[in-house]
């Protein structure tokens, strides 16, 4: 209960701050910059602002300037997810129409542009230059990530090793270096500041692969895009990077990344029969166990016991 209350006060001083931070914009087309705050409530993770404000609430009573680095990530990431919905054309965003489904190619970039200068912004009000430094690494690993996406590799090894690296860029960086920022924003010691960083990187990477786990057993319904989606892409995950080991068959389709009629229907058959998925959700549980060790010597308390349910919710989380 306690634990439900704090993160409630601390998300309606998220929403509250958030429409300050997305200013105003004239000529928005086919609606009005409130639409794009709704759009903004509708795609930012929660699980992922409580992270970051637990992670400074712990340190010390938390302060605006944390909110604000969680407002920044929180943009950061709803641009990326615009960005993301344009390259792959989606019609969907977790069962709702998309930003490039709504407005379109153009208007729908701009909009994901329009956020990362409304983030950048708000960041550089902070006047903190370690912060601002720290903040920064989000959007350069961002499009590092982007770019390693576009090729794989065609040693095993290597291959799943571009993958957690991939993966720590494009979703773990995210996380690892808002609570950082949270951190150094408390004051506390670069200890402290350290282990925010660690619980961000491993909980990022476990979070993401619990994702890709359940891109092959959750339903549409839950996940608000279809089973597969990303073999359709083209994306090799962990699942079928495991699956590979037992069905060598699958190596030659990750390499043509699965563009031949009957490709992702055969790797999806073959992960399912192999054990790819309990794999994954093995390293998941691995990941999230660093990131528990990384905030065990921190003094006792209900933001502490936040954190670690945090990683055990998202271990067992169905989409």
């Known amino acids: 209960m306690v634990y439900n209350s704090l993160l409630l006060h601390h998300h309606q001083k998220f929403f509250l701050l958030l429409p300050t931070q997305l200013g105003y914009v004239s000529d928005v087309p086919h609606g009005s910059i409130n639409h794009l705050r709704r759009l903004c409530h509708h795609l930012i993770r929660w699980t992922t602002i409580q992270i970051k404000i637990c992670f400074a609430t712990f340190i010390s009573s938390i302060h605006k300037e944390q909110i604000v680095i969680a407002m920044v990530a929180e943009m950061i990431h709803t641009a990326s997810l615009v960005h993301d919905d344009i390259i792959d054309e989606s019609l969907f965003r977790r069962g709702n129409p998309s930003v490039f489904s709504v407005w379109g190619q153009a208007s729908g970039g701009y909009t994901g542009d329009y956020i990362i200068g409304s983030a950048s912004v708000a960041l550089t009000k902070l006047r903190h230059n ?12 961002l499009v590092q990530g982007e770019f390693m996406q576009l090729g794989t590799k065609t040693n095993q090894d290597e291959r799943f090793n571009h993958y957690i690296e991939k993966s ?31 619980y961000g990187k491993n909980l990022g990477i476990s ?4 994702d890709d786990a359940l891109d092959y057993i959750a339903s549409e319904k839950e996940m608000g895009k279809p089973t597969g989606a990303d073999l359709t892409l083209g994306l090799a995950t962990a699942p079928v990077l495991f699956a590979s080991h037992q069905y060598p068959r699958l190596n030659s389709l990750i ?37 528990m060790k ?22 067992i989380r169905s989409r």
């Open 207 to 210: 979070f993401q692969l619990i």
């Open 294 to 315: 990384s905030v065990s010597k921190l003094q006792d308390s209900i933001h502490k016991d936040a954190l670690i349910k945090l990683v055990n919710d998202q271990l």
């Open 130 to 141: 370690r912060v601002m430094q720290i903040m920064s690494r989000i959007l350069e690993d």
């Open 168 to 198: 720590y860029r494009k979703t773990a960086s995210l996380i690892a270096n808002s609570c950082q920022a949270a951190a150094v924003l408390s004051g506390t010691t670069e200890d402290k500041i350290q282990a925010g960083f660690n």
């Open 255 to 291: 390499m043509r990344r699965f563009d031949q009629p009957g490709d992702v229907e055969e790797a999806l058959t073959l992960v399912k029969q192999s054990c790819g998925l309990e794999q994954t959700h093995e390293l998941a549980d691995r990941y999230g166990k660093e990131a």
